[in-house]
């Protein structure tokens, strides 16, 4: 499977912007990029995907590198209810829709 | 509103005894999953099923069984051959079992513990 490389945390302020990195250099041409946050005791939430071009919703943005090694979630304004473990996931498998989790970052917010 | 249920949140069990996890979904996907997670980890699939009557061992299967005898239902049974059962575990559904731009929706989990 295909492999992501994320920080094991960071921490930023309230109300500032929060970039989240995620490494993928040996992804394929086809592999989508998938984000989920997980807040403590509770299942993972769906965030945002993408393939080549950079995407927007109403949670955050991703933003994906030309050479798709790499890609950043970026959460606007930072609240306190953004502190979670953030996944970034390679939906690589053909045929079944398995999600191969890492260790994920743990964002901090700083009040 | 619709999404996945899983019951009961917390669950006990004593040695050598099996338990069933209840998944339950009203969003009328056709796919369903199990996970396992354990302390300060990601989450690793055990058993997943694309339709009704259908399912595939995931990379941690041994100890675990499961039945999809209706599109809305996927309960997973922790058997005693599974000697480590103690972890979160987390049921998802999605649209349909193949594509890769599809969302899974996860249940809130049930944490299972040894006495």
Redesign the interface.
């Known amino acids: 499977d295909a492999k992501t490389t994320q920080p094991n945390s960071m921490e930023s302020n309230e109300e500032e912007p929060v970039h989240l990195p995620c490494n993928h250099s040996t992804i394929s041409g086809?592999?989508?990029i998938?984000w989920y946050r997980q807040l403590p005791?509770?299942?993972?939430?769906?965030v945002i995907?993408g393939?080549t071009s950079n995407v927007n919703n109403r949670m955050a943005s991703l933003a994906i590198a030309e050479d798709r090694k790499s890609s950043t979630l970026i959460l606007h304004r930072a609240t306190l209810r953004d502190a979670a473990v953030y996944?970034c996931i390679l939906?690589?498998?053909?045929?079944?829709?398995?999600?191969v989790?890492?260790?994920?970052t743990r964002l901090t917010i700083n009040p | 509103d619709g999404g996945?249920t899983q019951s009961p949140k917390y669950l006990f069990r004593k040695e050598g005894q099996n338990v069933t996890l209840s998944c339950e979904q009203n969003l009328n996907h056709d796919?369903m999953?199990w996970?396992r997670q354990d302390p300060?980890?990601?989450?690793?699939?055990i058993y997943?099923s694309?339709i009704v009557n259908d399912f595939?061992k995931?990379d941690i299967a041994e100890g675990y069984s499961v039945s999809r005898e209706k599109k809305e239902s996927f309960p997973l049974t922790v058997t005693s051959a599974q000697k480590n059962p103690t972890a979160?575990y987390?049921?998802?559904s999605?649209i349909s079992?193949?594509?890769?731009?599809?969302?899974?929706?996860?249940?809130?989990?049930t944490?299972l513990s040894i006495l």
């Open positions: 086809t592999d989508y998938h005791s509770q299942g993972p939430e769906y995907h393939l996944y939906r690589i498998i053909q045929g079944a829709q398995k999600l989790f890492g260790q994920g | 996945i796919a999953y996970y300060g980890q990601g989450l690793r699939l997943y694309q595939q995931g979160f987390l049921c998802a999605s079992g193949t594509g890769r731009n599809q969302p899974q929706h996860f249940g809130d989990g944490r």
